[in-house]
């Protein structure tokens, strides 16, 4: 449920532009915060803060990665298939990262632990093949490294699993 807080967050970004559909995709963003991803709940949100339609602006939240369609693992892997990636074989990196998660681009791990997309572009093209993990680029990606910031974040993610029940411990 979007709360009453977000929706004035977005009807006063609205305000901020000549006309309220420009805010559509920080609107979704406030949207996004609030309910981890894009629900129905969401779009109706935004297109009556906006006063556009609930197509409108589902059109606009299925056409950018950014916006997730379901809930997204704790990590989001992007690998970028630009035709810069794809000379420096993204598509075996995306496959490989497949392999090595259990699972398809699109998809999240039954653990929730990582979901794995693919994205047009993400203007790193000196530096294929290129991925971002939560919006942060990792560059001149080898299988290696892959595998490397698998292991590490499979660490992270452990621990964070351990920190609530060493709290209940105590």
Same mark, same amino acid.
């Given at each position: 449920?979007?709360?009453?807080?977000?929706?004035?967050?977005?009807?006063?970004?609205?305000?901020?532009?000549?006309?309220?559909?420009?805010?559509?995709?920080?609107?979704?963003?406030?949207?996004?915060?609030?309910?981890?991803?894009?629900?129905?709940?969401?779009?109706?949100?935004?297109?009556?803060?906006? +006063?556009? =339609?609930?197509?409108?602006? #589902?059109?606009? &939240? %299925?056409?950018? /990665?950014?916006?997730?369609?379901?809930?997204? *693992?704790?990590?989001?892997?992007?690998?970028?298939?630009?035709?810069?990636?794809?000379?420096?074989?993204?598509?075996?990196?995306?496959?490989?990262?497949?392999?090595?998660?259990?699972?398809?681009?699109?998809?999240?791990?039954?653990?929730? +632990?990582? =979901?794995?997309?693919?994205? #047009?572009?993400? &203007? %790193?093209?000196? /530096?294929?093949?290129?991925?971002?993990?939560? *919006?942060?680029?990792?560059?001149?990606?080898?299988?290696?490294?892959?595998?490397?910031?698998?292991?590490?974040?499979?660490?992270?993610?452990?621990?964070?699993?351990?920190?609530?029940?060493?709290?209940?411990?105590?």
């Amino acid at each position: 449920m979007i709360s009453e807080q977000a929706k004035q967050r977005m009807r006063e970004l609205a305000s901020r532009y000549p006309v309220a559909r420009s805010a559509v995709m920080p609107a979704l963003y406030i949207a996004q915060q609030e309910e981890g991803y894009i629900t129905q709940d969401a779009l109706q949100a935004v297109a009556e803060a906006l +006063n556009m =339609t609930v197509d409108d602006v #589902e059109s606009v &939240a %299925s056409f950018y /990665t950014m916006y997730y369609q379901k809930p997204p *693992g704790r990590k989001i892997i992007k690998v970028c298939t630009s035709i810069s990636c794809y000379l420096r074989n993204c598509d075996a990196l995306v496959e490989h990262l497949e392999q090595r998660l259990g699972i398809k681009r699109g998809e999240t791990t039954a653990d929730d +632990n990582y =979901t794995l997309m693919t994205t #047009e572009c993400l &203007a %790193s093209c000196g /530096t294929a093949p290129v991925l971002q993990v939560n *919006g942060e680029f990792v560059e001149n990606v080898t299988f290696e490294m892959a595998d490397a910031l698998i292991d590490e974040f499979d660490r992270e993610l452990n621990v964070k699993k351990l920190e609530p029940k060493s709290e209940i411990r105590l």
